[in-house]
């Protein structure tokens, strides 16, 4: 994974924030925000992002996967998201 | 009214707060949508008292303009007597900016539904449902066929739908027809309630005001502990523009224990509201409105599933806790919030329909479960769900879980959330932000 494919990642979940409004166009979600604690993301907030995660980077999300842990910070995102294309990566490259 | 549809995308059974926004909510995603109502709006109901965290969902169903400009009471925040102690809690020392209001029911409620039908939902007041078939919910369109009859009429008749939002309140239609209801036994409990004019009431200032001075000096809601009731019982006062509201949750046990059997509900209710000294202060020049007193037993309840194939409990159908925290509405516009967004994923992708609904379920599951958590006194981490609640508590924000805390140190259960929370922050912020309250004497 490059460093360049990470700041796209970074960049796309970012602009999750300013599209709901929760954070203003020029103010920077980095990635070790805590966005949970900071309240960019609540109870309402949570469903529209896993599915803008879903339909952004093609992936989908498990329930099992709806934990603190995968959701506290964007780069806690970004290792979900990138651990999921890369197994969608390995099954088309056996396929 | 026009005729009932034969088919529509999803059925909302009941037009209070959930199935009214639930219904919003779907026809502004597009999806056609009939709910039915047993009463007429406006009908009465009672839980008049509404958090700031109301706005957010008001604010997605486009309703906001109209329950703002309806003119109900702002109130300041809470004026709490518990064991002796008085304290107060403001929610603008939380760093909220919008109003919490003390809101007549019946209106509220009808406003709700009048966006409802203005967004294009069918509505069909005076029409019971009275069961759903749900034997081909699981075929690749999803179908289900729901039966109801109109309330003047005899016979019953069937709509066709895909997916049907029980929204039915206490009733639970769905939740009873499939055995979904649980009890909480070990917190048996009831709500006696009736209506005073006139009634003065506690402003943040720790002043009492008289009902005149509604407008000009914002009240709070007043929440005390009953003097005999081990810290459970409690009693609520919340003034709205005509009337004041004044109940009692009591464990069952006591009400059996001090009750005669002759003895009216009216008459036993007054009795306990003549035992509370600030009460009888506030009630000085209030006259109390005759055949005003209701009551609901079997108080606290939850469900084991919230949804299944072709089917999904919200607000009051899905769980009821005792409301101490004024977290009912809330909850129920939520739930409506979170069915709609599933709903839509699940007409989108028909084949992960399992995985959209299990992720709605644990996420209103832990929502209940945090509720339940906060309000029943002697909940314990071992119960089951309490992990659950734990990850709810995680998923709230900072100042959120505050509020909770502050909420809970109010009223001494703040041990239940002792277990459940991580955040020092939070927990220093809440015991800094409850202040005490002194109350001038006569």
Redesign the interface.
């Known amino acids: 994974m490059t460093k360049c494919m990470d700041e796209q990642i970074f960049d796309a979940l970012a602009s999750f924030f300013v599209q709901e409004g929760t954070a203003r166009a020029e103010a920077v979600v980095s990635p070790d925000t805590d966005i ?4 960019l993301v ?3 907030g ?3 992002l ?2 803008f995660v879903e339909e952004s980077f093609t992936v ?4 099992n996967e ?3 842990e995968n ?1 506290q910070t964007l780069r806690a995102l970004r290792n979900l998201i990138v651990k999921k294309m890369d197994s969608a990566g390995e099954r088309q490259v056996t396929l | 009214m026009s005729t009932v549809p034969e088919f529509c995308d999803v059925v909302v059974i009941g037009g209070g707060p959930a199935g009214s926004l639930a219904a919003t909510y779907l026809t502004g995603k597009g999806y056609s949508v009939a709910l039915f109502d047993r009463q007429k709006h406006p009908r009465y109901q009672v839980g008049e008292s509404l958090l700031p965290d109301i706005w957010k969902y008001c604010d997605e169903a486009g309703v906001t303009d109209a329950i703002a400009g309806e003119g109900f009471i702002r109130k300041a925040g809470g004026s709490v007597d518990w064991n002796g102690e008085m304290r107060r809690l403001s929610f603008s020392d939380f760093g909220y900016t919008r109003p919490a209001l003390h809101v007549e029911r019946e209106r509220f409620d009808q406003i709700l539904l009048e966006r409802a039908r203005a967004s294009g939902a069918w509505i069909g007041e005076e029409i019971a449902v009275l069961d759903a078939d749900f034997s081909r919910a699981e075929e690749d369109e999803s179908e289900v066929s729901v039966a109801y009859r109109l309330v003047r009429e005899d016979s019953a008749s069937r709509i066709r739908c895909r997916y049907v939002v029980d929204a039915s309140g206490q009733n639970g239609v769905i939740g009873r027809q499939l055995g979904l209801r649980v009890f909480d036994e070990a917190f048996r409990f009831m709500s006696v309630w009736g209506y005073f004019d006139n009634s003065s009431y506690l402003a943040a200032d720790g002043v009492i005001y008289p009902a005149r001075s509604v407008r000009q000096v914002p009240p709070t809601t007043y929440v005390s502990a009953l003097p005999q009731g081990d810290g459970w019982a409690w009693l609520w006062h919340i003034i709205l523009r005509e009337t004041t509201s004044i109940g009692l949750v009591i464990p069952i046990a006591w009400v059996q224990q001090t009750k005669g059997s002759v003895e009216s509900w009216e008459a036993w209710f007054l009795r306990q509201c003549e035992a509370i000294p600030l009460l009888q202060r506030l009630l000085a020049h209030a006259t109390f409105c005759k055949g005003s007193v209701r009551l609901v037993r079997n108080y606290s309840y939850r469900s084991h599933r919230v949804a299944g194939p072709g089917f999904f409990l919200l607000g009051d159908a899905a769980g009821f806790v005792d409301p101490i925290f004024s977290v009912g509405v809330v909850f129920s516009m939520y739930s409506a919030y979170a069915a709609a967004h599933t709903i839509d994923r699940c007409f989108r992708h028909r084949f992960r329909r399992d995985e959209h609904r299990a992720i709605f379920s644990s996420q209103v599951q832990a929502r209940l479960e945090l509720s339940r958590s906060l309000a029943l006194p002697y909940y314990q981490a071992r119960d089951a769900g309490h992990a659950q609640a734990r990850e709810a508590m995680g998923f709230s924000s900072t100042q959120a879980q505050a509020l909770m805390y502050a909420a809970s140190l109010l009223t001494d259960r703040s041990g239940n959330f002792d277990s459940m929370a991580d955040s020092p922050e939070a927990h220093r912020a809440a015991t800094e932000r409850v202040r005490p309250l002194e109350i001038p004497r006569d």
């Open positions: 949970i604690a900071e309240g609540d109870s309402v949570i469903f529209k896993i599915a989908t999300i498990q329930p709806v934990l603190l959701f």
